[in-house]
């Protein structure tokens, strides 16, 4: 059975920084095109980064400039280092694999609260 394991999330103060990890079985994170997603209270899930099986990466314009998605083959996990917090940030944070439409995993996601 696939899973991803999102770890990482936490309390932090507006400016600081905060590292999730997405550990993945069964499935190879470089296989796959691997995204973090966030969602905030009351709002839709959004799409926040993403790394290509490729290794090319994009971001959403509200993260770029401060978020840096990355993976470690041998450890089959994916990170995004966030750096610069601020309070919009806050949300939990889903770990995504995509292949195909029939082929999309879903981590339980981690929360991250940007307050101070």
């Known amino acids: 059975q696939v899973q991803l394991v999102e770890s990482g999330g936490g309390l932090v103060q507006p400016g600081e920084s905060l590292r999730l990890s997405c550990a993945a079985s069964?499935?190879?994170?470089?296989?796959?095109?691997m995204n973090w997603y966030r969602q905030a209270p009351g709002n839709e899930r959004e799409w926040a980064a993403g790394?290509?099986?490729?290794?090319?990466?994009k971001y959403a314009d509200s993260v770029k400039g401060r978020f840096t998605i990355s993976r470690d083959n041998t450890k089959n996990t994916v990170y995004l280092q966030m750096n610069s917090l601020k309070p919009e940030d806050t949300a939990v944070y889903y770990c995504?694999?995509?292949?195909?439409?029939?082929?999309?995993?879903w981590g339980q996601g981690t929360q991250v609260v940007v307050s101070s």
């Open positions: 790394i290509s099986s490729g290794g090319s990466t």
């Open positions: 069964v499935i190879r994170v470089s296989t796959y095109g």
């Open positions: 995504n694999a995509w292949r195909s439409a029939g082929s999309q995993y």
